[in-house]
């Protein structure tokens, strides 16, 4: 007698990235959102009864890409302060605008629309940083997209919230009201040590461990933000958090551009993440993060498209082949990042960092059905002969098919399912039309 299964993928290849190498007439099935199997074609259409059969001719079946590091939101600010650095980018055009303009219907429309551009690329976890974390959460639910949510903290008032203690109270009843949602995930997110206090660090590095939460922070982004922590502190900033005991496996640290050596050994001492973003880091002049000395070091490296303001686009495709390519011009080494290791960062590596890989991250049984066909059949994608290969230095998000998270189809033929795009795009027109009349850049 068969067993029942709710879905059976038949795609040309399987790239399951927890195990190495590329699976060829294999299957995936699914049941309950969660992977049941994978196996060859024959076997699994001979041991399962499948309520539907998806055949992906000519396509590779990849985990779902996870973004290690984004501002959903800011998608509503794409292009809307471009070529200028980071703190006059901040100082000058985001941080005024921000609180003049931010609520929960920015928040919300915001992340809708950057779920929409990251399910139809691919990404089907976000780890998010930005203010109104509910509404975020909220809106990341309508689009049924995993998300980990960010507390954010700062120092300063915002329309969020007044004060350091404000932000963490309003943050922990976020996710105390949001903790059952089985797509939902929480970390701390305090915003960069240039902004937040010993005490507030300290406040941070208690509730984390407490409740068992990451904390995900910007750090060495810049080579100011490296000098200005010396001027105040007498400190590095990795030294300084290092010194107020943040760092261990639940600290994610973001863009870690500037580092020596010393900052590169306790990364890897404290078993510590590093989300790369390329992208940003490169459009906003903050430098070339040393990727290929982190991973020589054992420091575990996820890959973040930053905001759509800063990059401008969430786009995990061009992220992996960015940092692949950018690893080996600064290094002087063509293996400083291989094309299996750049996919892993997009995916398993990521899910680690957010404490995520026990549910997605690669292809294996038990784990929730985050999928993603690309599709390699068009002639710009001719010959294959690595998949693995093409997906980071050919294929692009364009080429993907199929989306599924948590096992429910999300993005199907190239096209969003559930999701109104007339919707979406009027909502943009709006907020771009309020920044405009608020004072263009």
Not at 281 to 300: D, M, T, Y
Request: hydrophobic share 45%; charged share 15%; with cysteine.
């Amino acid at each position: 007698m068969k067993a029942s299964a709710d879905l059976l993928l038949l795609p040309q290849w399987i790239v399951p990235v927890e195990t190495a190498g590329v699976l060829s007439d294999h299957a995936v099935v699914v049941r309950s959102g969660r992977i049941l199997d994978v196996l060859p074609a024959g076997a699994a259409q001979a041991r399962y009864d499948v309520t539907q059969t998806l055949a992906l001719p000519g396509q590779v079946l990849i985990p779902g890409l996870i973004n290690l590091h984004g501002h959903a939101a800011m998608s509503l600010m794409r292009g809307f302060a471009d070529d200028i650095s980071l703190m006059a980018w901040l100082n000058d055009h985001i941080w005024p605008s921000e609180k003049r303009l931010v609520s929960e219907a920015f928040v919300r429309d915001g992340t809708l629309l950057a779920a929409a551009e990251m399910l139809s690329g691919g990404i089907t976890t976000c780890n998010d940083m930005y203010f109104y974390p509910q509404a975020a959460g909220e809106a990341f639910l309508q689009a049924g997209m995993r998300a980990t949510l960010g507390l954010i903290v700062l120092e300063f008032p915002s329309a969020y919230a007044a004060d350091a203690d404000d932000y963490l109270t309003r943050g922990l009843a976020m996710r105390d009201e949001l903790k059952d949602e089985p797509l939902l995930s929480f970390a701390f997110a305090p915003h960069a040590p240039y902004t937040i206090s010993d005490a507030t660090f300290g406040r941070i590095n208690t509730l984390a461990e407490q409740l068992g939460l990451p904390i995900h922070t910007h750090i060495h982004e810049t080579a100011d933000e490296i000098h200005d922590s010396l001027k105040k502190y007498g400190l590095r900033p990795l030294e300084r958090l290092a010194q107020l005991g943040l760092l261990g496996p639940n600290f994610i640290g973001v863009h870690a551009v500037h580092l020596n050596d010393a900052e590169i050994g306790l990364l890897a001492v404290h078993g510590c993440h590093v989300a790369h973003c390329p992208g940003s880091n490169l459009k906003l002049a903050s430098g070339i993060a040393p990727v290929a000395r982190l991973i020589q070091a054992g420091v575990n490296i996820g890959l973040g498209t930053d905001g759509a303001a800063s990059n401008n686009r969430l786009d995990l495709f061009a992220e992996m082949r960015l940092a692949a390519l950018l690893a080996k011009g600064s290094s002087g080494d063509a293996a400083a990042l291989p094309a299996a290791a750049a996919l892993q960062a997009a995916t398993l590596n990521a899910a680690r960092a957010l404490n995520l890989d026990s549910l997605t991250g690669s292809i294996v049984p038990g784990k929730r059905a985050d999928l993603v066909a690309v599709d390699l059949r068009t002639l710009s994608s001719q010959p294959v002969f690595d998949p693995v290969s093409h997906l980071v230095y050919v294929a692009g998000r364009e080429h993907v098919s199929h989306v599924w998270v948590d096992g429910a189809l999300k993005f199907s033929d190239r096209s969003l399912v559930g999701m109104n795009t007339d919707d979406l795009a009027a909502r943009a027109t709006y907020w771009r039309n309020k920044l405009t009349a608020q004072g263009s850049p």
